[in-house]
C-alpha cells in the first residue's frame, strides 16, 4: 500500500472511528458500521448507522471504491444499487466530478455514501427522495447532461459537448445549453468540470452519438 | 447491524401496546358507557317498557382497537357500542327507535353538550379528557328480540331523510372472533393478568380483577399493527383503503396460533399475499387455501370475502368497481406488509427503524425503540454538511 494510500484511510479512521480496516492481499476493505449526523439546508438533520463494506480498488484512485451494504439489503423500493448489490451512488462522470471536489477516501465517504444514506433514510422515512433521483442506465446520464445545462434539447446539448470533447475547452465557442451565448459568459464552470473527465465523458457521448 | 427476530417482534409487541388502550383508559371508557346505558335505561318511551342492553361491539369488543391517527396526528379512540330494545324491529319503526335514544340523550344536560350531529346508524357522544386521549361513544340503536343466542339484530340506517333497518350481528361475530382467538388467548392470559394486576395495582389489585377485554394474544396484536399500517400507508388516499372488518376477519381466519406477533404476521402475510394472483385470475398454487377459499374470484369477475356470521353479507362486495380498485389497494397494502414487516434478519437495523417510523408513527416508533433494540456501544456520529449532493442512479435498463 502506498503511502498516499496510507494516509487517506488514517484520515478515515480517525473521522469514522467505527470502520475498520481489512487488508487482504493488495485489495483494501475498510468495514464497520458508517455512523454520521447528517444535515442538509432546509431538511431535518438525519442520525443513521449503516453496516457498509467499501472496496478500494487497487487501481484507486484511477478508478473508484465501490460501496456495499453489510449483512443486509437495501430496501427493494429504494432502486438505486446495481446489480453486484453496490450503492449507485451517482452517473459515473457525476461521482467523478464530486470525488474531486475533496479526491480522498474520507471526500469520497462524506460527499458520497453519506449523501446517498441520507437519501436511502429519508426516502425510508417519507416515500421520496430528497434530492431527486436518475433514471435508470443511459436515460439517466442523459438526464445528468441535461440537468447540468438546464436545458431539456438532448441533441444541441451532445453534439457541442462531443465538439469541445473533440477539439477541447474554446471559450468562445457557443454554450451546450443552447443560450447562443459564449460558452465564457454562460456555462463555464461546468463545461470545464465535465472536460476535466474527457475519458468518461467520451464514453458517455459515444451512447448516443453515432458516428 | 442486523436486528434479531426476538428484538424485532418484542419492538412489534411494545408498538402495539402504545396504540392499544391503556388499563386506565379502558377503565374509564368502561365507566362512561355503564353511565350511558343506565341514563338510556332510566329512560320513559312511548310503547316501550323492555330492557335495554347496552354493550360494545367491534374492536373495543374485539382487543383491536389501536389509537386513530391523521396528518401524523394522534386522534380520539373510537368505541362503537350496541344500544338494543328488546323488542321485534317489526313492532316498532327504525327512525322511532332511532330517535328514543337521541332524544333521551338530549335529555341529560352533559350528554346533550357532548352530543354530534347525528349520523347515518348512529349518535355520537365526543369525551374529551384531560390527558388529551379522549374518545367517541358511538351508540348504535337496535332493536333484537330472539330466543336464539347470537341472533342477528336489526339496527336503523337513515339514507337522506328516510329510515330503514338494517341487518347485524356483532354478538356472533365476536363470539366467532373469539373461538378463533381462544387457544392462544388460554396461552397468555394469566401471565398478562398477572402483569397488569402489577403494573396498576390501583385500579386491579387483584389478578382476577383485570377483565377478559384486555388481553392481548398475538393475534389481536398483529391485527393491531395492520390497521395502524393501513391508517398510515394510506394517509391522503382513504378511499380504497382496506376496511378493518375485512383484515380482521382475514387475520383471525389465518392465524394458527403462533405464539409471537412476528411470526403471527409472517403466517398471515404470506397467506393474503399467496391470493394475489387472483388479480390477473390467476388460481391460487396452495391448494388447501385455495379450498379454503377465504378470498375469491368469482366467474364474472366480482369478488367475495364473506362474513363468518353470515355468508351472504360479502364484505368485498365493491372491489370490482372502478377496475378492481379497493383489491389493488387491498394487494398493494399487502405487499408493503411484506416489505415492512417480514424478512427482518436481511434489512439493517436503522432502516428497520426509519421503515417503521413511516408505517407505524414516528412518535410511538421513537418512545419504544431503544427499549427493545439495544445500541451498540458506539462513538458519537461524524457529523457532515452534505452541500452538493448527487443524484442516485443505476447501471442497466
Given at each position: 500500500?502506498?503511502?498516499?494510500?496510507?494516509?487517506q484511510?488514517?484520515?478515515?479512521?480517525?473521522?469514522?472511528?467505527?470502520?475498520?480496516?481489512?487488508?487482504?492481499?493488495?485489495?483494501?476493505?475498510?468495514s464497520?458500521?458508517?455512523?454520521?449526523?447528517?444535515s442538509?439546508?432546509?431538511?431535518?438533520?438525519?442520525?443513521?448507522?449503516?453496516?457498509?463494506?467499501?472496496?478500494?480498488?487497487?487501481?484507486?484512485?484511477?478508478?473508484?471504491?465501490?460501496?456495499?451494504?453489510?449483512?443486509?439489503?437495501?430496501?427493494?423500493?429504494?432502486?438505486?444499487?446495481?446489480?453486484?448489490?453496490?450503492?449507485?451512488?451517482?452517473?459515473?462522470?457525476?461521482?467523478?466530478?464530486?470525488?474531486?471536489?475533496?479526491?480522498?477516501?474520507?471526500?469520497?465517504?462524506?460527499?458520497?455514501?453519506?449523501?446517498?444514506?441520507?437519501?436511502?433514510?429519508?426516502?425510508?422515512?417519507?416515500?421520496?427522495?430528497?434530492?431527486?433521483?436518475?433514471?435508470?442506465?443511459?436515460?439517466?446520464?442523459?438526464?445528468?447532461?441535461?440537468?447540468?445545462?438546464?436545458?431539456?434539447d438532448?441533441?444541441?446539448?451532445?453534439?457541442?459537448?462531443?465538439?469541445?470533447?473533440?477539439?477541447?475547452?474554446?471559450?468562445?465557442?457557443k454554450?451546450p445549453?443552447?443560450?447562443g451565448?459564449?460558452?465564457l459568459?454562460?456555462?463555464?464552470?461546468?463545461?470545464?468540470?465535465?472536460?476535466?473527465?474527457?475519458?468518461?465523458?467520451?464514453?458517455?457521448?459515444?451512447?448516443?452519438?453515432?458516428? | 447491524?442486523?436486528?434479531?427476530?426476538?428484538?424485532?417482534?418484542?419492538?412489534?409487541?411494545?408498538?402495539?401496546?402504545?396504540?392499544?388502550?391503556?388499563?386506565?383508559?379502558?377503565?374509564?371508557?368502561?365507566?362512561?358507557?355503564?353511565?350511558?346505558?343506565?341514563?338510556?335505561?332510566?329512560?320513559?318511551?312511548?310503547?316501550?317498557?323492555?330492557?335495554?342492553?347496552?354493550?360494545?361491539?367491534?374492536?373495543?369488543?374485539?382487543?383491536?382497537?389501536?389509537?386513530?391517527?391523521?396528518?401524523?396526528s394522534?386522534?380520539?379512540?373510537?368505541?362503537?357500542?350496541?344500544?338494543?330494545?328488546?323488542?321485534?324491529?317489526?313492532?316498532?319503526?327504525?327512525?322511532?327507535?332511532?330517535?328514543?335514544?337521541?332524544?333521551?340523550?338530549?335529555?341529560?344536560i352533559?350528554?346533550?353538550?357532548m352530543?354530534?350531529e347525528?349520523?347515518?346508524?348512529?349518535?355520537?357522544?365526543?369525551?374529551?379528557?384531560?390527558?388529551?386521549?379522549?374518545?367517541?361513544?358511538?351508540?348504535?340503536?337496535?332493536?333484537?328480540?330472539?330466543?336464539?343466542?347470537?341472533?342477528?339484530?336489526?339496527?336503523?340506517?337513515?339514507e337522506?331523510?328516510?329510515?330503514?333497518?338494517?341487518?347485524?350481528?356483532?354478538?356472533?361475530?365476536?363470539?366467532?372472533f373469539?373461538?378463533?382467538?381462544?387457544?392462544?388467548?388460554?396461552?397468555?392470559?394469566?401471565?398478562?393478568?398477572?402483569?397488569?394486576?402489577?403494573?396498576?395495582?390501583?385500579?386491579?389489585?387483584?389478578?382476577?380483577?383485570?377483565?377478559?377485554?384486555?388481553?392481548?394474544?398475538?393475534?389481536?396484536?398483529?391485527?393491531?399493527?395492520?390497521?395502524?399500517?393501513?391508517?398510515?400507508?394510506?394517509?391522503?388516499?382513504?378511499?380504497?383503503?382496506?376496511?378493518?372488518?375485512?383484515?380482521?376477519?382475514?387475520?383471525?381466519?389465518?392465524?394458527?396460533?403462533?405464539?409471537?406477533?412476528?411470526?403471527?404476521?409472517?403466517?398471515?402475510?404470506?397467506?393474503?399475499?399467496?391470493?394475489?394472483?387472483?388479480?390477473?385470475?390467476?388460481?391460487?398454487?396452495?391448494?388447501?387455501?385455495?379450498?379454503?377459499?377465504?378470498?375469491?374470484?368469482?366467474?364474472?369477475?366480482?369478488?367475495?370475502?364473506?362474513?363468518?356470521?353470515?355468508?351472504?353479507?360479502?364484505?368485498?362486495?365493491?372491489?370490482?368497481?372502478?377496475?378492481?380498485?379497493?383489491?389493488?389497494?387491498?394487494?398493494?397494502?399487502?405487499?408493503?406488509?411484506?416489505?415492512?414487516?417480514?424478512?427482518?434478519?436481511?434489512?439493517?437495523?436503522?432502516?428497520?427503524?426509519?421503515?417503521?417510523?413511516?408505517?407505524?408513527?414516528?412518535?410511538?416508533?421513537?418512545?419504544?425503540?431503544?427499549?427493545?433494540?439495544?445500541?451498540?456501544?458506539?462513538?458519537?456520529?461524524?457529523?457532515?454538511?452534505?452541500?452538493?449532493?448527487?443524484k442516485?442512479?443505476?447501471?442497466?435498463?
Amino acid at each position: 500500500m502506498n503511502k498516499l494510500i496510507h494516509e487517506q484511510i488514517q484520515a478515515v479512521l480517525d473521522s469514522h472511528p467505527n470502520l475498520w480496516l481489512v487488508q487482504n492481499g493488495s485489495d483494501i476493505l475498510l468495514s464497520g458500521s458508517l455512523h454520521f449526523s447528517a444535515s442538509v439546508e432546509g431538511k431535518e438533520t438525519i442520525t443513521a448507522n449503516y453496516d457498509v463494506k467499501i472496496s478500494v480498488p487497487y487501481s484507486y484512485p484511477r478508478d473508484l471504491p465501490k460501496v456495499f451494504p453489510s449483512g443486509y439489503s437495501l430496501d427493494k423500493r429504494f432502486e438505486h444499487t446495481n446489480p453486484d448489490g453496490s450503492f449507485c451512488l451517482a452517473v459515473p462522470i457525476e461521482e467523478r466530478e464530486l470525488f474531486e471536489l475533496e479526491p480522498s477516501l474520507l471526500g469520497f465517504i462524506n460527499n458520497l455514501i453519506v449523501p446517498f444514506l441520507y437519501g436511502y433514510s429519508y426516502f425510508l422515512k417519507y416515500g421520496e427522495h430528497p434530492f431527486g433521483e436518475r433514471e435508470h442506465g443511459n436515460k439517466g446520464i442523459l438526464d445528468f447532461y441535461l440537468d447540468t445545462f438546464k436545458s431539456r434539447d438532448a441533441r444541441t446539448v451532445l453534439t457541442s459537448l462531443h465538439n469541445f470533447a473533440v477539439h477541447g475547452y474554446r471559450a468562445h465557442e457557443k454554450c451546450p445549453c443552447g443560450s447562443g451565448k459564449k460558452v465564457l459568459k454562460c456555462h463555464q464552470t461546468e463545461l470545464k468540470s465535465l472536460l476535466k473527465n474527457k475519458e468518461l465523458l467520451m464514453a458517455d457521448l459515444a451512447k448516443f452519438i453515432t458516428r | 447491524m442486523a436486528i434479531t427476530i426476538n428484538n424485532f417482534s418484542q419492538l412489534l409487541e411494545e408498538v402495539a401496546k402504545e396504540l392499544d388502550i391503556s388499563p386506565t383508559k379502558y377503565k374509564l371508557a368502561v365507566s362512561r358507557y355503564e353511565s350511558v346505558g343506565a341514563w338510556l335505561n332510566d329512560g320513559e318511551y312511548e310503547n316501550f317498557d323492555g330492557q335495554i342492553n347496552i354493550y360494545p361491539q367491534g374492536s373495543f369488543r374485539l382487543g383491536t382497537v389501536v389509537r386513530p391517527i391523521r396528518e401524523q396526528s394522534e386522534k380520539d379512540y373510537d368505541i362503537d357500542l350496541v344500544c338494543e330494545f328488546e323488542e321485534q324491529a317489526s313492532a316498532t319503526q327504525a327512525g322511532i327507535v332511532k330517535h328514543r335514544v337521541g332524544n333521551r340523550l338530549k335529555e341529560h344536560i352533559t350528554y346533550k353538550e357532548m352530543l354530534d350531529e347525528e349520523g347515518r346508524r348512529c349518535w355520537t357522544l365526543l369525551y374529551s379528557e384531560q390527558d388529551g386521549a379522549g374518545f367517541h361513544l358511538d351508540v348504535l340503536p337496535s332493536s333484537g328480540f330472539s330466543a336464539v343466542n347470537y341472533s342477528p339484530i336489526s339496527i336503523t340506517h337513515k339514507e337522506n331523510e328516510n329510515y330503514s333497518w338494517a341487518s347485524s350481528n356483532p354478538k356472533g361475530y365476536a363470539a366467532w372472533f373469539e373461538e378463533r382467538n381462544a387457544d392462544a388467548y388460554r396461552l397468555v392470559a394469566l401471565d398478562q393478568k398477572r402483569m397488569i394486576s402489577n403494573s396498576f395495582s390501583d385500579i386491579y389489585a387483584k389478578v382476577d380483577d383485570v377483565p377478559d377485554q384486555l388481553i392481548r394474544t398475538p393475534l389481536q396484536r398483529a391485527i393491531q399493527l395492520m390497521k395502524r399500517h393501513r391508517d398510515m400507508r394510506f394517509n391522503g388516499n382513504q378511499k380504497y383503503a382496506p376496511i378493518s372488518m375485512i383484515m380482521t376477519t382475514l387475520a383471525a381466519h389465518l392465524y394458527d396460533n403462533e405464539t409471537n406477533v412476528y411470526d403471527a404476521l409472517t403466517n398471515i402475510v404470506n397467506k393474503l399475499s399467496a391470493h394475489m394472483g387472483l388479480l390477473e385470475n390467476k388460481v391460487i398454487v396452495d391448494e388447501r387455501l385455495s379450498a379454503r377459499g377465504l378470498i375469491k374470484r368469482l366467474p364474472d369477475g366480482t369478488w367475495y370475502i364473506g362474513n363468518p356470521t353470515n355468508p351472504k353479507e360479502n364484505f368485498a362486495d365493491r372491489w370490482h368497481e372502478e377496475g378492481d380498485a379497493r383489491a389493488k389497494a387491498f394487494f398493494q397494502w399487502v405487499e408493503w406488509l411484506k416489505q415492512d414487516f417480514l424478512a427482518v434478519t436481511q434489512r439493517d437495523r436503522d432502516s428497520i427503524r426509519f421503515t417503521l417510523e413511516a408505517c407505524l408513527g414516528k412518535s410511538v416508533i421513537g418512545k419504544v425503540w431503544s427499549k427493545c433494540v439495544p445500541s451498540p456501544a458506539v462513538h458519537e456520529p461524524t457529523k457532515v454538511n452534505i452541500s452538493r449532493p448527487a443524484k442516485p442512479w443505476r447501471s442497466g435498463e
